[in-house]
């Protein structure tokens, strides 16, 4: 049996001379320098997504107008020219059905996150997009909701920055979330840039 091992009746002697492979390392370690996993610097952001209305907002669009266009594309040239031209609703229909799969991609592609710092912006499906917005360039933070996005209970948050490169959108939010959203980041891009 090995001393100190948990079957073990007798005292254990559990100083660090007795396991040299306790003792801390010296001051002039570069790797104690090191930051550990835990530490704030190696902490993966919580990522936030967006709600699944943003998703059926967005597949009723696509089946009203594709979904227009590939009846139209049957039933017009079926009645005047034959039945055989009604194959030319194969070609819309064949996109609403690609249209309807990349809408759930995309949408699950988009999320963000807030830092300390800054907030993270992430989208894309094939080309993966990642904007930082610092909260002290922040110049105007404003909530949208057009009449489709009414409808559906959604507000977009508009971010605008001193370099329009870094502006930024976030579609799709609940609107309160966008209004807790927009609060805190004009709150935090005030108090960033005070301290500048």
Do not use: C, K
């Amino acid at each position: 049996m090995e001393t100190g091992s948990p079957d073990d009746t007798g005292a254990a002697d559990t100083t660090d001379a007795a396991h040299p492979a306790r003792t801390e390392p010296a001051r002039n370690d570069p790797a104690q320098n090191e930051p550990e996993q835990n530490d704030p610097v190696w902490t993966e952001p919580v990522w936030t997504g967006l709600p699944p209305g943003l998703l059926r907002m967005r597949r009723l669009l696509l089946v009203v107008w594709l979904g227009l266009l590939t009846v139209a594309a049957a039933l017009l040239p079926g009645l005047f020219l034959g039945p055989l031209w009604a194959a030319l609703a194969l070609p819309p229909l064949a996109l609403l059905v690609w249209g309807w799969v990349m809408l759930e991609r995309n949408w699950r592609s988009w999320r963000y996150a807030e830092r300390a710092d800054d907030l993270l912006i992430s989208r894309g499906v094939l080309w993966r997009e990642e904007t930082v917005v610092p909260y002290g360039r922040m110049q105007l933070v404003e909530v949208t909701s057009g009449p489709v996005e009414r409808h559906f209970g959604l507000a977009s948050v508009q971010l605008h920055t001193a370099a329009a490169a870094t502006d930024a959108t976030i579609p799709g939010l609940d609107p309160a979330e966008a209004e807790r959203l927009r609060d805190r980041l004009t709150e935090l891009g005030e108090a960033r840039s005070a301290g500048l």
